[in-house]
């Protein structure tokens, strides 16, 4: 899977570069931002569902990382740390764009170059099948959708778990609350996705699979 | 319905946070407990259900730092399209010279003119300024100086004119006076007249209007006492009435009396004998 190379990838480096950027080292800071600023741009994307949105997020997450990264003082809590400021950027621009629907993502929909560039996908076999890939992105809309419709103290855990990885203990530090409490706000999470999903009778094949 | 241990265990085991141990004994405790699986699988067909490609569009951050120390980023410019067509137009630019190269193209910015070429050299502008002659500038002046002269004699010609038209003016203006004043009296004897003209209409008016006004009196007078009078002989008549009926009244209250006297007359007579 790309998120978990990615995020190998990122953790990997990540360390070495985190003392440096907390001397002020710009280029390890600079580094260390193109390590991680595709997981804050998808954290904040699933938060929203809107790109411009999770482009703001995350450009106002990295100034805010850079100002106070000379404050940190545990290297290793660098990834609860930059959740944290990226969870409340997205309250912040949620307190903003309250107006704003997060709908907006699938009135987008029509956008011809987001739509092209979704699409601009292969197959293993290395032929492109358009109607696999329009399937595949409806799918992903109407989760998003499902996503959105739960509650969202329950949504920003099942991101940061489900697609963004981070264990119990850094969600816990991310959100200030205990690893039980974020295991118990997972659960019923997926349980409330799990009725959006029925609601929309949405059925995936392998679904039981492992 | 499940403890909060088992919600916690399960999603530990979900998301593979257990130790080996762990992991073992739950496995153990799921097969004694069918239900337990049985939530297990539909969390994890959830899981499957939910699974979403990352949305990796954006382009890397370029970050940097000011001399104030402030901070920007590049990736926003680029993504909303204000380097992207000053990057094409630079583009275009470089084509077009890179083409002007191959074809010869010429381009010259001489005497403040802008010329271009291609494949031939710029020829001498048709534009550019000619210098006259000592000979041409004297005919200029020559030509300037009739002008001024041809200019002076017709000036002087409407001057005269000009005069001769005031001076009849002039004259006209006395025959104009006595007009105004021949005028004046006519006016002011039609005025008279049609005041006096005036003046005869209101009293025929008068008069006529007072001799209307006298026979309407008349007559209002002659039909009001006529109608006293008729009132006065309605009255004269209901008083006789009121009369007559008076008369009757007392000549049936002596009956009355009479026959009332003769009554008692007689029971008196009655009880004597």
């Not at chain 2, 992991?23 to 097969?31: D, I, Y």
């Not at chain 2, 209002?220 to 004269?236: A, C, H, N, Y």
Request: charged share 25%; aromatic share 10%.
């Amino acid at each position: 899977m790309l998120a978990e190379t990615l995020e190998d990838f990122a953790l990997k480096h990540t360390d070495l570069l985190i003392p440096n950027a907390i001397k002020g080292n710009e280029r390890a800071f600079s580094q260390l931002m193109n390590l991680w600023y595709k997981r804050i741009y998808n954290f904040s994307y699933k938060y929203f569902g809107d790109h411009d949105m999770a482009m703001e997020v995350t450009q106002s997450t990295f100034i805010s990382v850079h100002k106070a990264i000379k404050k940190l003082k545990d290297p290793s809590s660098f990834r609860s740390w930059v959740y944290r400021i990226a969870l409340n950027k997205c309250y912040e621009e949620d307190r903003k764009m309250k107006r704003r629907s997060w709908l907006s993502i699938f009135q987008k929909d029509n956008d011809e170059e987001d739509k092209m560039l979704q699409l601009n996908h292969h197959t293993d076999d290395g032929f492109y099948n358009p109607d696999q890939v329009v399937e595949e992105k409806e799918m992903e809309d109407m989760v998003m959708k499902c996503l959105h419709e739960i509650p969202e103290e329950q949504r920003v855990i099942v991101i940061m778990k489900e697609y963004e990885g981070l264990k119990f203990r850094e969600i816990a530090g991310s959100l200030n609350i205990t690893e039980s409490t974020a295991k118990s706000r997972l659960y019923y999470g997926l349980k409330a996705m799990k009725k959006q999903l029925e609601k929309r009778n949405i059925y995936k094949e392998n679904a039981y699979g492992n | 319905m499940e403890t909060r241990s088992d919600q916690e265990l399960m999603m530990e085991y979900l998301y593979s946070e257990m130790s080996a141990d762990e992991k073992e004994k739950f496995e153990k405790l799921l097969s004694k407990n069918p239900t337990l699986q049985q939530e297990l699988n539909e969390l994890q067909g959830t899981r499957n259900q939910i699974s979403i490609s990352d949305k990796e569009l954006v382009d890397p951050f370029m970050f940097s730092t000011g001399g104030s120390g402030s901070v920007w980023m590049a990736t926003r410019i680029i993504g909303n399209g204000i380097l992207k067509p000053a990057i094409g137009l630079a583009a275009s630019i470089s084509l077009v010279l890179l083409l002007g190269y191959f074809t010869n193209t010429s381009i010259s910015t001489e005497d403040g003119y802008l010329s271009v070429s291609f494949g031939k050299s710029v020829q001498e502008n048709s534009y550019k300024d000619q210098y006259i002659t000592q000979a041409q500038f004297n005919v200029l002046i020559d030509q300037m100086n009739d002008s001024r002269s041809s200019f002076s004699s017709r000036l002087n010609g409407v001057e005269n004119s000009v005069d001769t038209r005031f001076a009849s003016l002039l004259t006209d203006d006395e025959s104009i006076n006595q007009s105004n004043t021949q005028n004046t009296q006519q006016l002011t004897d039609f005025a008279i007249q049609l005041q006096q003209d005036n003046l005869n209409f209101l009293e025929q008016y008068m008069a006529q209007s007072n001799t209307n006004q006298q026979r309407l009196i008349e007559g209002l007078l002659v039909e009001f006492s006529e109608f006293l009078e008729e009132q006065r002989e309605e009255d004269l008549r209901s008083i006789q009435y009121s009369l007559k009926t008076l008369k009757d009244n007392q000549e049936l209250t002596t009956q009355e009396t009479n026959l009332v006297l003769a009554t008692i007359l007689n029971k008196v007579n009655t009880q004597n004998n």
